[in-house]
């Protein structure tokens, strides 16, 4: 009748009303004169007190957790010395129940078993992300989202959706995905990179928030096959520049979401240790970082020191970052190590004008460069990759028709979050996490 149909998010602010909410039962207590609920519709939670005539139907007997409601009843304020969440409660005097769930145990994140084997838990993703903690990580995620292309939007920096589907790689072939396209040969996207470059001279510095594909063989705490890649290029900057714009996005963006009343909760809640980095980030160049790797020991896989030249693997890396325990721009990576696309450093051809961001306990979050301008240096990184080029042309042509000094980078969405909420995997990350032979649900 004159119930007013709401979401639990806007219950603290009807005190006294009759309201109608739909959710899901996310906690059950049920005694001898009331019932007490906790009810969430993916806005909120709220406290709902069933009695009397409400608590005698066959409903009632048949109440589980997780089974769907629809509720009608008065919005009033706890009790004083009572807590609920949002401070408030709703008195039913009519309710009913939408869909049952079985209840029992192995139904979601709360009732799977600290044992429960991961596999299980990775069938059961779908159950998981109604469990506390995925949620808050979703709801962070998405709050986190929102802050970036707001702070990329106060900077001009215009976003695009470049394509999935394509014929080109950007990091090399070892991680392609292939697959067939009408008969041709064509692949998952690595990175967008190559796409946004194109646009410089027409929209300008420009971003993009897309999927990206790496058939990576290993399993570890911080690869998945797919991943949500956030992309930037800009366009008349010197390498500084570029340093300067990912240290004061990332920290602007931290800075937006300790201030936002939902973000700020859910860090205190699953990493109440977050401290914000302080600026300026440590800069570290690669021939320093092997140099600290053999002063602190820190080998090769095969115990053996490293040398100018040699990748620096993921345990190395995590170790050095973790020691030093603040967040490191990598810089000057040898040419040898990179992408056909690096620009040389002018004082030694050798290395390039690289970085990457390393945080404690993830290891690199972020890679970027300044890319070759040039025409012929351009042609000549094909040659050394042993990359054909005519199937770059679009890529080439840049460098013909009014070519400029420009750079971007990648930043992983899944590791920053695992960075900043303190999350053991990226695959507490992703909705629906890929990995090595695990594409469901
Ligand atoms: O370092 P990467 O491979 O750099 C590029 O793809 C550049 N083309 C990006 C650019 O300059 N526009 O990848 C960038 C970031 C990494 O630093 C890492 O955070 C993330 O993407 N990343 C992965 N995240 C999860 N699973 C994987 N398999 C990842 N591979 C890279
Ligand atoms: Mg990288």
């Known amino acids: 009748g004159d119930a007013k149909k709401t979401k639990i998010y ?52 048949d109440l589980t957790v997780e089974s769907t409601v629809e509720i009608t009843g008065t919005v009033d304020k706890v009790k004083e010395g009572q807590t609920a969440p949002g401070g408030v409660e709703v008195i039913v005097d009519w309710w009913k129940i939408i869909g049952r769930a079985p209840g029992g145990d192995e139904a ?27 949620t808050a990580v979703m709801r962070f995620r998405a709050i986190m989202l929102r802050a970036f292309r707001d702070r990329f939007h106060a900077r001009r920096v215009t976003e695009v959706t470049p394509p999935c589907m394509v014929q080109t790689s950007v990091e090399g072939g070892s991680t392609l995905f292939e697959f067939d396209y009408y008969g041709a040969k064509a692949y998952l996207t690595q990175s967008s990179q190559l796409y946004l470059e194109t646009v410089l ?7 993009c928030i897309q999927e990206s594909f790496r058939a990576e063989k290993s399993l570890t705490r911080r690869h998945l096959s797919e991943y949500t890649h956030l992309e930037a290029e800009l366009v008349f900057i010197t390498f500084q520049d570029l340093l300067d714009h990912i240290e004061g996005l990332i920290c602007e963006v931290v800075d937006v979401l300790l201030a936002d009343p939902i973000a700020s909760i859910i860090i205190k809640t699953l990493n109440p240790d977050f401290v914000p980095p302080s600026r300026p980030f440590m800069r570290l160049d690669y021939r320093d970082a092997i140099k600290y790797l053999n002063e602190h020991g820190i080998t090769k896989e095969d115990g053996t020191d490293h040398v100018i030249g040699d990748d620096i693997a993921e345990a190395a890396e995590r170790k050095m970052t973790d020691q030093i325990n603040r967040p490191i721009m990598l810089m000057h990576f040898p040419k040898i190590l990179k992408s056909f696309y690096m620009k040389s450093l002018d004082e030694a051809p050798d290395f390039t004008e690289s970085v990457d961001v390393l945080v404690p306990g993830v290891g690199e979050v972020v890679g970027g460069s300044m890319r070759i301008s040039d025409l012929q240096e351009l042609m000549a990184g094909y040659k050394r990759d042993g990359i054909p080029p005519e199937p770059y042309y679009w890529f080439t042509d840049q460098r013909k028709y009014g070519t400029t000094e420009h750079g971007g980078y990648g930043l992983g969405v899944e590791r920053f979050l695992a960075w900043f909420l303190k999350r053991y995997t990226v695959r507490e990350c992703s909705l629906y996490p890929r990995w090595m032979g695990r594409a469901t649900p």
């Open 10 to 61: 806007a219950l603290p602010e009807l005190v006294g009303s009759k309201v109608r909410i739909q959710g899901w039962v996310h906690r059950l207590r049920a005694q001898k004169t009331n019932y007490f609920l906790i009810v969430r519709d993916g806005t909120a939670m709220v406290q709902v007190v069933l009695s009397g005539d409400c608590i005698r139907t066959l409903d009632a007997l």
């Open 201 to 207: 001279p027409s929209l300008g510095d420009v971003y």
């Open 108 to 134: 979601f994140e709360g009732r799977l078993r600290p044992d429960t084997e991961a596999s299980i838990r990775a069938d059961l993703r779908h159950l998981e992300l109604r469990g506390e903690t995925a």
